[in-house]
């Protein structure tokens, strides 16, 4: 007969398999060391209450979701980060992978790129495309995107403290196709404080970095309406050695910040707020 109940279960299913095998435990641990239990079921919801002040999705606060059917009705763009050796090079990934259906780019700039070295700086030498793609000229960049129309296509730009100077070549480039930069899609990263927290490649101290951050706000906020002037980073966080409660901490500390400093600096928090982006690892244990 099976389990009626929660407690039914543990006693004559659970607690009987952990005595025949004694390596197995009723109590576990997900990889950021929070205790869960074997199972839930709606009996570990005693006096739960469904609050409509949630809301629905679609609507204000958002509590259940940014769009009506959320990704039934509408697909999130799928891209694969890419970018290596030369702008020659990537250029015929990206057109690779727009052609197999990707619907967006995502591009990794090498590592003198993220700091601000031309490919031929003697620090440079070594690391020039090793890690993503070298971009020292808007020569470079006009390569990158040859053949790749930028109104047809969302980029994501993983550059941090570089960020103003490669959203300019960006933008460049789209005037030089005759494109109106007020279509254009995308996210530029510029999330420096996460720098000096995991990835240290970070140039400027943190308060002039945080007025070229907000800068970029405020630019995009009257000429690129549909850009994403920021995607607060949690993942890298995580990956240098953070737990996810510290990884979620960290990072709607530092969007808080951000949130500050665009204030302070003079702006309306409704004409940048909306396009702050996130990026958040997603691990096995959800919960």
């Not at 002040?53 to 679609?58: F, N």
Request: glycine content about 8%; proline content about 5%.
């Amino acid at each position: 007969m099976p389990s009626s109940s929660k407690k039914e279960w543990q006693e004559n299913v659970l607690r009987p398999s952990i005595k025949k095998f004694p390596e197995r435990q009723d109590c576990f641990e997900t990889s950021s060391q929070a205790e869960v239990e074997a199972l839930y079921t709606p009996e570990d919801l005693k006096d739960f209450e469904y609050n409509r002040s949630l809301g629905y999705p679609g609507e204000f606060p958002f509590t259940r979701g940014i769009q009506p059917t959320m990704y039934r009705g509408r697909l999130w763009t799928m891209r694969q980060y890419a970018g290596f050796a030369s702008a020659e090079e990537s250029n015929k990934r990206y057109r690779f992978l727009l052609e197999q259906g990707q619907t967006g780019l995502s591009i990794a700039f090498d590592l003198p790129t993220q700091i601000g070295y031309d490919s031929d700086h003697s620090r440079a030498h070594g690391e020039v495309g090793k890690v993503g793609v070298p971009i020292s000229t808007l020569k470079d960049m006009e390569v990158l995107f040859q053949g790749i129309p930028l109104d047809r296509v969302s980029t994501s730009m993983t550059a941090n403290a570089t960020a103003p100077v490669l959203l300019a070549m960006y933008i460049a480039l789209a005037r030089k196709q005759g494109i109106d930069v007020g279509q254009l899609d995308g996210t530029v990263q510029n999330d420096v404080l996460k720098e000096y927290i995991a990835r240290g490649t970070y140039i400027f101290p943190p308060r002039p970095s945080m007025r070229l951050t907000t800068d970029i706000f405020a630019y995009c906020s009257q000429n690129l309406p549909r850009w994403n002037t920021i995607s607060v980073g949690g993942y890298h966080i995580r990956e240098a050695g953070s737990t996810a409660a510290q990884e979620a901490a960290f990072a709607l500390a530092n969007g808080i910040v951000y949130v500050r400093a665009a204030i302070d600096a003079g702006l309306d928090v409704d004409a940048f707020a909306g396009r702050i982006s996130w990026i958040f690892q997603t691990h096995n244990n959800f919960f």
